[in-house]
């Protein structure tokens, strides 16, 4: 309390002008004499001068709501628009593949590729179908592009499938407009190399090279490709060729499982006479 009588006395002059102020503002609006009016009337229309001259000025905190609001907005749309146009992408692959199922000679079991791996030497992919959806070791893996490579192993609802860049994956293969056929496998990199194909067998780049129906696995004509380079080594009797694969394997998402077994009496035979 002393404080306060020591603040008061201290500023004692701007307390009694601040009340004869208010004082004298409230008799100022309680008089009704005319030049009193008046006064009031000016001060109100200078007031809103004032007040119409700084209404250009944002107001800090709203702008800053407002600006939040926006950028919440723009991330909404901008959402959305990725959704529609990977709802447009699928629609587009899904009609393809659609199309590859209805002229397929064999039944077609669609799955989405939920894992894979394509940095390593037995790269595989994963896909969500498996025994319940009629799946086994052995079938055929293809899209509407051409060959993916064949089911591994399966469980209850998955599948994994060895894809043809794998070092294990061996495929019978043709180039199909001369008919030379030989023996598909992958050593590494982007492309796959067509082996046993002497010299003297007429092979171009750009020839499609596609499986040769030989394989006990793989039915024949399915593509796998295009010859990207055809070289010849000296003293060598066979070229060297590369194939460029028709299935981007990076943006692969959706496959087919084509229900399509080896014919086991025939591998039997061929185990029995090759062991």
Request: aromatic share 8%.
């Amino acid at each position: 309390m002393r404080r306060l009588f020591y603040i008061v006395r201290l500023f004692k002059e701007y307390f009694i002008l601040a009340l004869f102020v208010i004082v004298s503002i409230s008799l100022m609006a309680q008089n009704d004499n005319r030049q009193i009016h008046g006064i009031r009337t000016l001060t109100i229309g200078l007031l809103g001068k004032m007040q119409e001259s700084v209404s250009f000025l944002p107001n800090f905190f709203h702008l800053q709501e407002e600006n939040e609001a926006l950028r919440r907005a723009n991330v909404n749309l901008a959402d959305e628009l990725n959704q529609l146009r990977e709802a447009k992408l699928e629609n587009m692959r899904l009609h393809r593949l659609l199309g590859l199922r209805e002229t397929a000679k064999y039944d077609l079991i669609p799955a989405k590729v939920i894992g894979k791996t394509l940095y390593l030497l037995r790269n595989t992919i994963t896909m969500n179908v498996g025994e319940k959806d009629r799946v086994a070791p052995g079938m055929p893996i293809v899209t509407d592009r051409g060959l993916v490579g064949k089911i591994l192993a399966t469980s209850g609802g998955y599948a994994l499938g060895e894809i043809i860049m794998n070092r294990d994956f061996r495929v019978g293969a043709r180039i199909q407009r001369s008919r030379v056929d030989g023996i598909l496998a992958w050593e590494g990199g982007t492309h796959s190399r067509l082996k046993n194909i002497s010299k003297t067998l007429d092979v171009k780049v750009g020839d499609v090279v596609e499986t040769s129906g030989y394989s006990n696995t793989y039915p024949p004509s399915i593509r796998i490709g295009v010859v990207g380079a055809v070289t010849e080594q000296p003293g060598s009797l066979f070229k060297t060729i590369w194939v460029e694969n028709a299935v981007d394997f990076a943006t692969l998402e959706e496959v087919f499982v084509m229900n399509s077994l080896p014919d086991s009496a025939r591998a039997r035979l061929e185990e029995k006479v090759l062991r």
